[in-house]
């Protein structure tokens, strides 16, 4: 396995342990599990970040500008739905 494929799974993972934090946040019937899950989501959203960016310098998470015409029909999409 190469090193792309490596960060490829590892990021994969980190996003897959944060949604189940995510989770655990939102469900947490008491204040300490609250704070363990909001704390664990916290810590695996800076490694999936880091993974990000570390993929994105090396070329392998390409990126495209958004055209702002495109990004102003979306705000007046969801400006008229509210």
Do not use: C, R
Request: proline share 2%.
């Amino acid at each position: 396995m190469n090193d792309k494929d490596l960060l490829e799974d590892i990021l994969l993972t980190v996003k897959g342990g944060s949604d189940l934090y995510l989770h655990g946040t939102i469900e947490s019937a008491t204040p300490n599990v609250h704070s363990a899950f909001d704390n664990a989501l916290s810590s695996s959203l800076k490694a999936q970040n880091d993974i990000y960016k570390k993929m994105a310098q090396k070329g392998w998470y390409p990126s495209e500008q958004a055209e702002q015409n495109k990004i102003n029909q979306a705000k007046q999409k969801f400006a008229t739905q509210q």
